[in-house]
């Protein structure tokens, strides 16, 4: 229900901003690299060395406002916003939605990994 809902939001807002259909396709790729390259950082290796997520959660932080940046300055240079609106709520909404993406693909990870531990742990010889 939550995929379709994000999928028609998607569209629609796609649709409605024909016109300025870079500056939408910018604000997507720039949120969903600077999302994923934050996410990839403060998850690396919190979960081996718990003393480090707190700075991995900050490293994680620095690097996204560094490719939002980076993305909106490289944008701008070639022309690709010609709607800052347009670009704003679309890097606003694909924010959220890569946010919830990784969110839930790792919520899976973690529930497949306890599965295969129990099913480890069911296997060995007592």
Known sequence: ???????????????????HYHSFVAGFAVAAIAVGSG???????????PQLALLMLLLGL???MVVTVVGVMWSLEA???????????????FSIV???????LREYQMQKRS???KQKLQTQPA
């Open 79 to 93: 022309n690709l916003i010609n709607s800052p609106i347009v670009f704003s709520l679309s890097y606003l909404f």
């Open 62 to 64: 620095v690097a996204k």
């Open 1 to 19: 229900m939550k995929l379709g809902l994000i999928f028609l939001i998607s569209i629609v807002a796609g649709i409605f901003s024909g016109e």
């Open 115 to 117: 599965v295969q531990e």
């Open 39 to 49: 996410y990839w950082l403060a998850f690396r290796s919190s979960t081996r060395y």
């Open 98 to 104: 890569v946010t919830y993406g990784y969110s839930k």
